[in-house]
């Protein structure tokens, strides 16, 4: 532990040494061993113009992947399946992968496909699981069924 963090400790308490640790932690800056910088995965270098989004980006050692859908015909397995597929892509190629995500949100252009897209998706990230919210939308771009974007760690 440092002077600083000991003098937290002394004036915080366990409460204010364990944030201060946790923080030290998880953010590199704040110790200055690293500056944290943005890095984009998967741009295209002959884009004439500045893309909408980017669909991979890292920052630290955390990784954004952008909602990926299935824009072809099918059914709501068939299109979980694509879009879990094509998440394992954008990951693995990052750095990461579907086990270390942390985060998911599944967007559903019919809430009723919930169960059958549920059916699919069990166990495509390991055996623990990111959190997750899933959205009933109204439409998705592109008519895909499902949407899913991530935040995982490297």
Same mark, same amino acid.
Request: aromatic share 8%.
């Given at each position: 532990?440092?002077?600083? +963090?000991?003098?937290?400790?002394?004036?915080?308490?366990?409460? *204010? /040494? /364990?944030?201060t640790?946790?923080t030290?932690?998880? @953010?590199? &800056?704040?110790r200055? &061993?690293?500056?944290?910088?943005?890095?984009?995965? %998967?741009?295209?270098?002959?884009?004439?113009n500045?893309?909408?989004?980017s669909?991979?980006?890292?920052?630290?050692?955390l990784i954004?992947? $952008?909602?990926?859908?299935?824009h072809?015909?099918? +059914? !709501?397995?068939?299109?979980t399946?694509?879009? #879990?597929? =094509? #998440?394992?892509?954008?990951?693995?190629?990052? *750095? $990461? $992968?579907?086990?270390?995500?942390?985060?998911?949100?599944v967007? #559903?252009?019919?809430?009723? =496909?919930?169960?059958?897209?549920n059916?699919?998706? &069990? %166990?495509?990230?390991?055996?623990?699981?990111?959190?997750r919210?899933?959205?009933?939308?109204?439409? !998705?771009?592109? +008519?895909?069924?499902?949407?899913i +974007? @991530?935040? /995982?760690? !490297?």
């Amino acid at each position: 532990m440092s002077t600083s +963090d000991r003098r937290k400790f002394l004036k915080g308490g366990v409460a *204010g /040494a /364990a944030v201060t640790a946790v923080t030290a932690a998880a @953010v590199p &800056q704040a110790r200055g &061993q690293e500056k944290l910088t943005k890095k984009v995965f %998967g741009r295209n270098p002959n884009a004439k113009n500045t893309p909408l989004f980017s669909n991979t980006v890292g920052y630290g050692n955390l990784i954004f992947v $952008s909602g990926v859908g299935a824009h072809v015909p099918g +059914d !709501i397995a068939s299109h979980t399946k694509i879009v #879990l597929e =094509d #998440l394992k892509k954008r990951l693995e190629a990052a *750095g $990461s $992968s579907m086990e270390k995500c942390l985060k998911a949100t599944v967007y #559903l252009a019919k809430g009723e =496909d919930y169960a059958e897209m549920n059916k699919v998706f &069990q %166990g495509a990230f390991g055996p623990e699981p990111p959190v997750r919210t899933t959205v009933a939308a109204a439409w !998705i771009p592109g +008519d895909s069924l499902v949407e899913i +974007d @991530v935040i /995982a760690y !490297i």
